[in-house]
């Protein structure tokens, strides 16, 4: 009998898919969900709020250790709830999500969530979405997926996503500033954003969401249900 949540692992660099495909695995399994980008956005943010100095750590740790933040799934998204309203919207900006892979790359920062990330692993299942998930987070997961597609067809997906949500931004820009995060994400001294060993690594470029999601599913159905790790409730 298996009394150990099981966890999928989604890394990559932004705007590969991963919100997507770990949403639609997500509801499809059943399974809880956990954003991790989300929480370093929402300390970013939140510290940008409080004009808290950047370069100072202690106010930074003590705010990641308070922030109380609940994930939401609708049929519109992922919600995300910060003392009591919905800030997906506010936290979904490049300048929010810059700020968020600066504080990133700071140690104490990355310890002071480490746990609260680990908390999100409930039966039945978990699918974590993130940059370090396989590789630190969880390295105990069953089922690992290294998720990247090229930098100009992510600043392309980022540039829709954002006009639909009426956010004036143009391409190079953006591209420049992807390209900015992606090297701060790989180059960085603390868990740095490289695919986990034995990742299924999928490239987005050219597929079609849905495809995506399908491989996944049958790696899932590979690595966990058919291998009889799917979590079983105690009596
Ligand atoms: O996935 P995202 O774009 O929402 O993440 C925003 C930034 O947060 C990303 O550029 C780096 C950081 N991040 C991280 O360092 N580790 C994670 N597990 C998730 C995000």
Redesign the pocket.
């Known amino acids: 009998m298996i009394t150990t949540p099981p966890v999928v692992t989604v890394?990559g660099p932004?705007?590969a898919g991963?919100?997507t495909l770990c949403r639609a695995l997500a509801q499809r399994l059943g399974w809880h969900l956990l954003?991790?980008?989300?929480?370093?956005?929402l300390l970013?943010w939140e510290a940008l709020r409080r004009s808290l100095d950047l370069t100072q750590l202690a106010p930074l740790v003590s705010l990641a250790t308070q922030l109380e933040v609940r994930f939401v799934m609708t049929v519109l998204g992922l919600q995300i709830i910060f003392e009591g309203q919905d800030v997906s919207q506010q936290?979904a900006t490049e300048a929010?999500?810059?700020t968020?892979?600066k504080i990133?790359?700071l140690s104490p920062i990355?310890k002071a969530l480490h746990q609260r990330?680990r908390a999100f692993c409930q039966p039945p299942g978990l699918i974590a979405?993130?940059?370090?998930?396989g590789t630190v987070?969880f390295p105990e997961a069953r089922a690992k997926i290294y998720l990247y597609a090229s930098l100009e067809e992510r600043a392309s997906r980022r540039l829709r996503q954002l006009q639909s949500r009426s956010v004036n931004v143009k391409f190079e820009p953006l591209l420049g500033e992807m390209s900015e995060?992606d090297q701060?994400?790989t180059q960085?001294l603390v868990?740095a954003?490289a695919a986990a060993e034995g990742a299924l690594l999928l490239d987005s470029t050219d597929l079609p969401i849905e495809q995506v999601i399908q491989l996944a599913l049958n790696y899932v159905e590979c690595r966990v249900i058919s291998k009889g790790l799917a979590y079983t409730a105690p009596d």
């Open positions: 890394d932004s705007g991963k919100g954003d991790s980008g989300a929480l370093y956005r970013a936290l929010v999500g810059s968020a892979s990133a790359c990355r990330q979405d993130g940059r370090d998930m987070i995060r701060r994400d960085r868990a954003l």
